[in-house]
C-alpha cells in the first residue's frame, strides 16, 4: 500500500509540471504573438534656411542726453524717471538772476553807444569829425549790440528744453545743485521706435541683409514681434569677431523698454534639402548614441543616426536614415529590436 502511494504521488506531482510547462508555453506564445501599438510617419527631405538665433538688448531709437549750454544753480526740473515728455517741452530751468543781470548792464552800454554814434553821426555830416573816429563809435556800437545778443542768449539757455519726444531714463541731477556748462541732468529716449542690438558671428554674416524680416521675441513681456534689419556693422569686434546688427521693432504702446533683452531669429538666404526628423522620434543608448525605431514588414528595427543642426522641433539626420522610410515617432520607448508592431499614421 504505501508503495502503490508513493507510486500515485509521483505520477501526480509530474501531471502538475507537465501542466505548468504547457502554460507557461502558452503564455510565452500569446506575448510573443501580441504587437505593440506605434505611431509611423515618412522621411522626408525639406527645403530648409539656415536660421540665424541671437540674442541682443533694446535700446531706444533716439536717445538725448540733456544739459545746459550755461552753468548755475538749478532751480526745477518738471520730470521723473519713466515720465514721458513731449517735443518741445520745458524739463529744467537754471536761477536766471546773474543772467538778467548781465543783460541789463549790456543793454545799458548799448544804449550808451548808440546815444554816442546818434551824436558823431550829425557831427560826421558836418564834417566835424574825422572818418577814423566816426568808424570807432560804430565798431563800439555793434560790438555792444553783439554782447547783447550773448547776454539774451545765456539768458535764455537757462531754460532746457526737450528736443524729442520719449521717456526720461535717467534723471542725474536735483534741484539745488550747482552744474557745469554741458553736465548732463537728463537722459530722454524716443521709443515709439526701438531697437535691439545684437552681435552676429562672422561666418553668419554672408545670411544677414538690410530690410530683411527678424522675429523678436521678449521675454518681459512674454510677446513676439516682428522688426526689420536696418543696420550691419562694418568691421568685426577685436575681441569676439562678431559684427553688430540693429533691427528696427515698431513699439506703438511703448511697453517695450530700453535694457530689455530680446531673443532674435532671422531666416538665412541660403537653401539647402535637409533630412530631418522629429525630435521626440530619437532615443539614446546608455552611452549616448542617437538611434531611431524602422517600421518594416510588421516588426520594428532598430538604427543609430548621426544628427546635425537643430531647425525648431526637428533634427538634421546626417547618416543612418533614407527619404521615404517609415519611421517610428510614437510608442518607440516600448520597442526592442525586431519587436512586433501594429502602426498607424
Do not use: W
Not at 169 to 178: F, Y
Not at 238 to 243: G, H, I, K, L, M
Request: proline share 3%; with cysteine.
Amino acid at each position: 500500500m504505501k508503495k502503490l502511494s508513493g507510486v500515485y504521488t509521483i505520477l501526480l506531482f509530474a501531471g502538475l509540471l507537465g501542466f505548468n510547462a504547457c502554460k507557461n508555453n502558452n503564455n510565452e506564445k500569446t506575448t510573443e504573438g501580441k504587437a505593440i501599438a506605434v505611431v509611423v510617419e515618412q522621411v522626408r527631405e525639406n527645403a530648409l534656411s539656415r536660421d540665424v538665433a541671437v540674442s541682443g538688448n533694446i535700446e531706444g531709437n533716439k536717445t538725448v542726453r540733456l544739459g545746459f549750454m550755461v552753468g548755475g544753480k538749478i532751480n526745477h526740473i518738471n520730470l521723473s524717471e519713466g515720465q514721458r515728455v513731449g517735443k518741445g517741452q520745458l524739463v529744467a530751468t537754471l536761477d536766471p538772476t546773474n543772467y538778467n543781470i548781465a543783460k541789463e548792464i549790456v543793454d545799458v552800454q548799448v544804449n550808451q553807444a548808440n546815444d554816442e554814434f546818434k551824436r558823431l553821426q550829425l557831427m560826421h555830416e558836418r564834417n566835424s569829425i574825422s572818418e577814423s573816429d566816426f568808424k570807432k563809435i560804430d565798431f563800439t556800437l555793434q560790438g555792444a549790440k553783439a554782447q547783447q545778443k550773448l547776454q539774451g542768449k545765456n539768458l535764455s539757455d537757462t531754460r532746457l528744453y526737450s528736443p524729442i519726444s520719449g521717456i526720461v531714463l535717467r534723471k542725474l541731477a536735483e534741484p539745488g545743485e550747482i552744474v557745469a556748462t554741458g553736465t548732463v541732468v537728463l537722459v530722454v529716449s524716443d521709443i515709439s521706435k526701438v531697437k535691439v542690438n545684437a552681435y552676429i558671428p562672422e561666418n553668419q554674416l554672408s545670411q544677414i541683409k538690410i530690410g530683411q524680416p527678424a522675429a523678436v521675441a521678449i521675454g518681459a513681456l512674454g510677446e513676439n514681434f516682428t522688426g526689420k534689419v536696418i543696420e550691419v556693422g562694418g568691421a568685426a569686434d577685436v575681441s569676439t569677431r562678431a559684427f553688430t546688427v540693429k533691427i528696427e521693432v515698431e513699439n506703438p504702446k511703448q511697453r517695450i523698454r530700453p535694457g530689455m533683452i530680446a531673443e532674435i531669429n532671422m531666416k538665412g538666404k541660403d537653401v539647402r534639402n535637409v533630412l530631418t526628423i522629429p525630435a521626440q522620434a530619437i532615443l539614446r543608448t546608455p552611452d549616448g548614441q542617437p538611434y531611431v525605431f524602422i517600421a518594416s514588414n510588421g516588426q520594428a528595427f532598430q538604427r543609430n543616426i548621426s544628427t546635425g543642426a537643430i531647425y525648431a522641433d526637428k533634427i538634421e539626420i546626417v547618416s543612418g536614415l533614407s527619404p521615404d522610410e517609415s519611421l517610428i515617432v510614437g510608442g518607440q520607448q516600448k520597442l526592442s529590436n525586431g519587436s512586433k508592431i501594429s502602426s498607424s499614421k
